[in-house]
């Protein structure tokens, strides 16, 4: 390439920079505020309710759960969370929910899981 083709690309070069910088800033926010270490979680019941509101407008119930989890080495952590409108629960008795715990921001994350995706150590024998 000769020496002009290469300045008329300046503009394509910061661009790509900018974009590249930008999708590395977004990622690197996203696991600071969303990430962390998993807990896994027995239902026991709900602690109590709360009034969602859920995107139409109308009110629902929202749960309240509280309990011992453990993580994969099985060190216990005393866990409170509430669900929130894009999965309102309720959950069931015996089930097990995987909790995301950020130490800035707490629970940031939960789903339910089936039996045979908890590590041996967090198991609820």
């Known amino acids: ?62 749960y309240v759960y509280r309990g011992t989890a453990k993580d994969k080495y099985g060190n216990r952590k005393h866990l409170e969370f509430r669900t929130v409108a894009d999965d309102l629960g309720p959950f069931h008795k015996g089930q097990i929910i995987r909790v995301t715990y950020n130490l800035k921001f707490g629970v940031t994350n939960y789903k339910e899981v089936n039996c045979d995706h908890v590590p041996p150590l967090a198991r609820f024998d």
């Open 1 to 62: 390439m000769s020496k002009l083709a290469i300045k008329g690309h300046w503009i394509e070069t910061i661009l790509v920079a900018l974009l590249v910088g930008v999708t590395i800033l977004s990622v690197g926010w996203h696991i600071y505020r969303y990430g962390g270490a998993y807990y896994y979680m027995e239902v026991n019941g709900s602690s109590g309710s709360f009034p969602v509101t859920v995107p139409v407008g109308i009110t629902q119930n929202g």
